[in-house]
């Protein structure tokens, strides 16, 4: 796999494009992104376009990220998907929750693009 | 860095325990974020503090923490995160100020032992503009970190309600 096609979810369009950048930075090779402000939106996204990398922020409004991983494993476009989740709570019980859930990574904000490459870059088995 | 005090809510050990604590988380969310070192001011500014990010805090630590600082520093700050000119800013400098109040909160209650599960954060409000007055309908007190952004003050609260 060279190239990966990522959804990136979180409800900050600012914080959007600063995962899209330390995705890039971390020297993973984006072909497409698609965004999404929600849960919803990014279930939306998922039924029309396959993805190899998506990653969520948890506390979002309409549909939160834990729910939204859990729904995922009824999208045909999201099997083996790796998930990684990125968010402000970092406590104990947030990181189980989100593995519980399906997601195969966690990073606490605030991160830097290092702290991207050693979570997405295992999971992805690409080399960068 | 990760340390690990214990929850304390009056006003003299909450100053002396967690006013280092939230510098700490201030000045983590720059490095990595924006990629800056924010330094100590050598003295008072006139500068006007006309935006303000503010994240609420519930559960066993109830309070505001918040963001206050000049328009311009606003847009410096969602230049940095979003590495594009200033002319390339426009609205979401709020979003941006708002994302960092809230990377500072979640910074901040992460060091803190017990409050990870035991405090829920709200969603980011910003207020443009310096007319306006905040009131508290509960008994607080607050803790304040004062630095520099790029030259400029930025003011870091964090109102806790007792």
């Not at chain 1, 605030?110 to 870059?121: G, K, M, Y």
Request: glycine share 8%; charged share 20%.
């Amino acid at each position: 796999m060279n190239s990966v096609r990522a959804l990136i979810v979180d409800d900050s369009s600012v914080m959007r494009k600063i995962v899209e950048r330390c995705v890039r930075q971390a020297g993973i090779d984006l072909s497409s992104v698609f965004q999404a402000g929600n849960g919803a939106e990014a279930l939306a996204i998922l039924a029309e376009n396959k993805v190899e990398l998506i990653l969520c922020d948890i506390n979002m409004p309409v549909m939160d990220g834990l729910e939204f991983v859990k729904k995922l494993s009824s999208v045909e476009n999201a099997k083996g998907v790796p998930v990684i989740m990125i968010t402000t709570e970092g406590s104990e019980s947030h990181v189980v929750q989100a593995l519980s859930a399906g997601a195969r990574g966690y990073i606490r904000k605030p991160f830097t693009a290092e702290h991207v490459r050693d979570s997405v870059v295992p999971l992805l088995r690409v080399k960068v | 860095m990760n340390t690990r005090p214990e929850v304390r809510r009056d006003e003299q050990s909450a100053q002396e325990t967690w006013g280092p604590l939230l510098e700490l988380s201030v000045r983590e969310v720059f490095e990595l974020m924006l990629g800056c070192t924010l330094t100590a001011p050598e003295g008072p500014s006139d500068e006007t503090l006309d935006i303000i990010a503010m994240v609420g805090l519930a559960g066993q630590l109830c309070g505001v923490m918040s963001v206050h600082c000049s328009t311009k520093s606003g847009t410096s700050m969602a230049c940095n995160m979003l590495g594009v000119e200033a002319d390339q800013v426009g609205s979401e400098m709020c979003d941006a100020m708002g994302e960092i109040c809230n990377m500072i909160a979640g910074n901040f209650k992460n060091k803190i032992a017990g409050l990870g599960d035991g405090c829920l954060l709200s969603v980011p409000t910003v207020i443009t503009g310096s007319d306006y007055s905040l009131r508290s309908l509960t008994n607080t007190h607050a803790l304040e970190v004062r630095l520099l952004f790029e030259g400029s003050p930025i003011v870091i609260t964090l109102q806790i309600h007792t």
